[in-house]
């Protein structure tokens, strides 16, 4: 075998020029792919880090019902019980309160969703307090103060130290009404929080909607290291509930992972993964029909080498291999180019990122992509594409390495 892979290595170089295209088209594929894969890794684990981080966490109680049908009045009752509960377990959990209302400031009105915050629970259970553009957090000591979603500010016309006025009904039938300062504003996240959304202290909302016991949703972050199945189980048994659903579980209150809360956004993350094997098969399919013109022009060149190797009593496994070697030799030169070609890129887009923010902030699934779009760039990610090329290659090679194996001595030698 050491003769077949010296004799491989050897017609690798003796046509220089068509080995080195060959290399050449597999290298810039190879490097292509891998910033291609980091970039929609990136745009995945961000999309999926901002709808948990900012938005849903991990897992989410609710009142039975609330989510098909939202009500002020459906809330989970003894919530500080339960995020006690939560908290010894090692979970991070707050409280939101939630209802819709209309903001005017001026002559401009809009729909809005009124959200009551912790200030200091939520900042420490998820990441909403960072995204804060212009201004500052919420802060009980400001119980006037409001930070409101960029898109809404541009909609009422309305910045840091203006004034809003909010009209609702309450959970008791009265009219709901007050006057509030912008004191944040947020940088653009989900499509409805930016659109519409009114964050305020806990306790002001309680305050306007009358509304002084219980949480419409406790937002719960996992420990590290810990399945969202796990964790689901977890809050079910803290919120009082068996860990498993069944058919024979009496009603009570319900418990929803993020992909359960979020369907959409989970089907288009898998998606992406369907759009990158596509990405590659395409880009591969091209290289592999390259090699596969290189690979049986080689053995139409060396057909009467052949016939001498099989009359000296080579095998056709033997002439199989050398040809499957010389294509895995090139793979191998064209992995090692390629990657030192993509290094640098890679390098780039994970520390710097590409800037999104001029075209004013895509949205894809309800969530607004990040301003800056970095690469990730882990071990996994690099070696799919490696092991592909490597496939295709051998897809590649394995015609011209079975006629080359057939080859008949006699016809060899006749060969013109």
């Given at each position: 075998?050491?003769?077949?892979?010296?004799?491989?290595?050897?017609?690798?170089?003796?046509?220089?020029?068509?080995?080195?295209?060959?290399?050449?088209?597999?290298?810039?594929?190879?490097?292509?792919?891998?910033?291609?894969?980091?970039?929609?890794?990136?745009?995945?684990?961000?999309?999926?880090?901002?709808?948990?981080?900012?938005?849903?966490?991990?897992?989410?109680?609710?009142?039975?019902?609330?989510?098909?049908?939202?009500?002020?009045?459906?809330?989970?009752?003894?919530?500080?019980?339960?995020?006690?509960?939560?908290?010894?377990?090692?979970?991070?959990?707050?409280?939101?309160?939630?209802?819709?209302?209309?903001?005017?400031?001026?002559?401009?009105?809009?729909?809005?969703?009124?959200?009551?915050?912790?200030?200091?629970?939520?900042?420490?259970?998820?990441?909403?307090?960072?995204?804060?553009?212009?201004?500052?957090?919420?802060?009980?000591?400001?119980?006037?103060?409001?930070?409101?979603?960029?898109?809404?500010?541009?909609?009422?016309?309305?910045?840091?130290?203006?004034?809003?006025?909010?009209?609702?009904?309450?959970?008791?039938?009265?009219?709901?009404?007050?006057?509030?300062?912008?004191?944040?504003?947020?940088?653009?996240?989900?499509?409805?929080?930016?659109?519409?959304?009114?964050?305020?202290?806990?306790?002001?909302?309680?305050?306007?909607?009358?509304?002084?016991?219980?949480?419409?949703?406790?937002?719960?972050?996992?420990?590290?290291?810990?399945?969202?199945?796990?964790?689901?189980?977890?809050?079910?048994?803290?919120a009082g509930l068996p860990a498993e659903p069944s058919p024979d579980t009496p009603p009570g209150?319900?418990?929803?992972?993020?992909?359960?809360?979020?369907?959409?956004?989970?089907?288009?993350?898998?998606?992406?993964?369907?759009?990158?094997?596509?990405?590659?098969?395409?880009?591969?399919?091209?290289?592999?029909?390259?090699?596969?013109?290189?690979?049986?022009?080689?053995?139409?060149?060396?057909?009467?080498?052949?016939?001498?190797?099989?009359?000296?009593?080579?095998?056709?496994?033997?002439?199989?291999?050398?040809?499957?070697?010389?294509?895995?030799?090139?793979?191998?030169?064209?992995?090692?180019?390629?990657?030192?070609?993509?290094?640098?890129?890679?390098?780039?887009?994970?520390?710097?990122?590409?800037?999104?923010?001029?075209l004013g902030g895509v949205q894809m699934a309800g969530l607004t992509m990040p301003a800056i779009?970095?690469?990730?760039?882990?071990?996994e990610t690099a070696i799919v594409p490696v092991i592909m090329l490597f496939f295709i290659v051998?897809?590649?090679?394995?015609?011209?390495?079975?006629?080359?194996?057939?080859?008949?001595?006699?016809?060899?030698?006749?060969?013109?």
């Open positions: 075998m050491l003769v077949v892979m010296k004799m491989a290595w050897r017609n690798v170089w003796r046509n220089h020029r068509r080995s080195g295209l060959t290399i050449a088209a597999m290298a810039l594929a190879l490097a292509v792919e891998l910033l291609y894969s980091g970039l929609v890794t990136g745009i995945v684990a961000g999309m999926e880090d901002d709808a948990v981080e900012m938005d849903l966490g991990d897992v989410q109680i609710v009142a039975p019902g609330y989510l098909t049908r939202p009500s002020l009045h459906d809330v989970v009752p003894n919530h500080a019980a339960i995020i006690e509960r939560l908290e010894a377990t090692g979970h991070r959990a707050a409280p939101r309160l939630f209802g819709g209302g209309l903001a005017g400031a001026g002559e401009a009105s809009s729909g809005v969703q009124l959200v009551g915050v912790d200030p200091v629970g939520d900042a420490e259970v998820l990441a909403l307090a960072t995204a804060v553009g212009d201004g500052a957090w919420l802060d009980a000591d400001d119980p006037r103060g409001v930070v409101i979603g960029r898109g809404l500010g541009r909609t009422l016309d309305v910045g840091l130290g203006d004034e809003l006025v909010v009209l609702s009904q309450a959970a008791d039938g009265s009219m709901a009404n007050d006057l509030f300062n912008v004191r944040g504003v947020l940088l653009s996240v989900a499509a409805g929080m930016d659109r519409g959304a009114i964050l305020m202290p806990e306790a002001t909302f309680r305050e306007l909607m009358v509304l002084p016991e219980g949480a419409h949703r406790i937002i719960v972050r996992r420990p590290e290291g810990t399945s969202l199945v796990e964790s689901r189980a977890a809050v079910r048994t803290a209150l319900d418990v929803k992972t993020w992909v359960e809360l979020n369907p959409m956004l989970a089907q288009y993350l898998q998606s992406v993964e369907g759009v990158v094997a596509v990405m590659y098969f395409i880009i591969y399919v091209a290289v592999g029909i390259l090699i596969l013109n290189a690979m049986l022009m080689a053995v139409f060149e060396r057909i009467r080498e052949f016939g001498v190797l099989k009359a000296i009593g080579y095998g056709p496994v033997q002439v199989m291999a050398m040809m499957l070697i010389e294509g895995f030799v090139q793979a191998g030169v064209a992995t090692v180019i390629g990657t030192a070609l993509a290094a640098p890129g890679m390098w780039y887009l994970s520390v710097h990122g590409i800037d999104v923010g001029v779009w970095h690469g990730v760039y882990r071990l051998f897809g590649a090679v394995i015609y011209p390495a079975l006629k080359a194996a057939w080859v008949r001595p006699v016809e060899a030698m006749h060969h013109q």
